[in-house]
């Protein structure tokens, strides 16, 4: 009963982080953004914090501990910076993409986290301790037990399909970009030691890559392109790319010193 009750919670607090993360981005990009990771309207990473600070004050409450508001507020900010950067660093691991950046803002971490937003989520868990979970908890209580139970498979189920269907287009569209990425690597090199007209032939090369990838995206449901746009940014998901440019970069140099010596004879 315990574990329903927590995961219908859970969802709950899902619900509402996708609701402010929505209208924060709607408002603020005069246009409808659907935010999160997954397609349906949850943000997990809510969830996860609210649920976590209002299990912490539990446990300590039940040890007869009584924390301050400088205390819950510490907790809140140290763990949802905690919770930000790792799930930023596993979702980028994963699938190479980057769901939010904090680059343009000061005093920030990767630009996974940042002090500001992590002050805001200290702040947020005050309001989640003192005002939004006594109210949710105590609504979820007047629940029948039953209806509980039914409430937690239903969202276990749709939060397994809805997470099932991302996962599954991000790795094909990630299949996607690797083959190009390794086609355009391989010819890369073969092109500059191969031709004389290089410039037009690496732009061909570039311009092909992208009609490839641009026809791919233009395949794909709505449900995948909605998927695709919730992604701030792709990172750059191989290194050796650095090493392939750099010595991409020497053989055009080289050539275009050779390029000038030749004419030099010439005249």
Same mark, same amino acid.
């Given at each position: 009963?315990?574990l329903?009750r927590?995961?219908?919670?859970f969802?709950?607090y899902? /619900?509402?982080?996708?609701i402010?993360?929505?209208?924060? *981005?709607?408002?603020?990009?005069?246009?409808?953004?659907?935010?999160?990771?997954?397609f &349906?309207p949850a943000?997990?990473i809510? =969830?996860?914090?609210a649920?976590?600070? !209002?299990?912490?004050?539990?446990?300590?409450? &039940?040890n007869? %501990?009584?924390?301050?508001?400088?205390?819950i507020?510490?907790?809140?900010?140290?763990?949802?910076? =905690?919770?930000?950067?790792?799930?930023?660093?596993g979702?980028?691991?994963?699938?190479?993409?980057? @769901? @939010?950046d904090? !680059?343009?803002f000061?005093?920030n971490?990767h &630009?996974r986290?940042?002090? $500001?937003?992590?002050?805001?989520? &200290?702040?947020? =868990?005050?309001?989640?301790?003192?005002? +939004?979970?006594? $109210?949710?908890?105590?609504?979820?209580?007047?629940?029948?037990?039953?209806?509980?139970e039914?409430?937690?498979? *239903? $969202?276990?189920?749709?939060?397994?399909?809805?997470?099932?269907?991302?996962?599954?287009?991000?790795?094909?569209?990630?299949?996607?970009?690797?083959h190009?990425?390794?086609?355009?690597?391989? !010819?890369m090199?073969s +092109?500059?030691?191969?031709?004389?007209?290089r410039?037009?032939?690496?732009?061909?090369?570039? %311009?092909e890559? =992208?009609?490839?990838?641009?026809?791919?995206?233009?395949?794909?449901?709505?449900f995948m392109k909605?998927?695709?746009?919730r992604?701030h $940014? /792709?990172?750059?998901?191989d290194?050796?790319?650095?090493t392939?440019?750099?010595?991409?970069?020497?053989?055009?140099k080289?050539?275009? +010193?050779n390029?000038?010596?030749?004419?030099?004879?010439?005249?």
């Open positions: 009963m315990w329903s927590y995961i219908c919670l969802f709950i899902s /619900f509402m982080g996708w402010y993360e929505t209208l924060y *981005c709607t408002i603020k990009n005069g246009k409808w953004e659907n935010r999160g990771f997954l &349906g943000c997990p809510y =969830g996860t914090g649920v976590a600070i !209002s299990v912490i004050m539990k446990v300590t409450i &039940g007869g %501990i009584v924390l301050s508001l400088w205390q507020f510490l907790i809140a900010f140290i763990g949802s910076a =905690g919770l930000e950067y790792i799930t930023s660093w979702l980028e691991k994963l699938f190479h993409a980057a @769901w @939010w904090y !680059s343009d000061p005093l971490l &630009g986290i940042s002090l $500001f937003t992590s002050m805001g989520f &200290g702040l947020a =868990g005050l309001l989640v301790v003192h005002i +939004i979970a006594p $109210f949710t908890e105590n609504a979820v209580g007047h629940i029948i037990p039953i209806l509980i039914l409430l937690s498979l *239903c $969202f276990v189920f749709v939060f397994a399909v809805d997470f099932t269907l991302t996962v599954t287009v991000l790795y094909h569209f990630d299949s996607i970009v690797v190009v990425d390794n086609s355009f690597n391989q !010819s090199e +092109i500059v030691d191969n031709t004389v007209q410039s037009s032939r690496v732009k061909n090369s570039i %311009i890559k =992208g009609r490839f990838v641009n026809d791919q995206v233009n395949s794909m449901n709505g909605s998927t695709l746009r992604i $940014f /792709f990172r750059d998901r290194e050796n790319r650095k392939v440019k750099n010595r991409v970069l020497t053989k055009i080289n050539l275009r +010193i390029r000038k010596r030749s004419e030099a004879r010439d005249e």
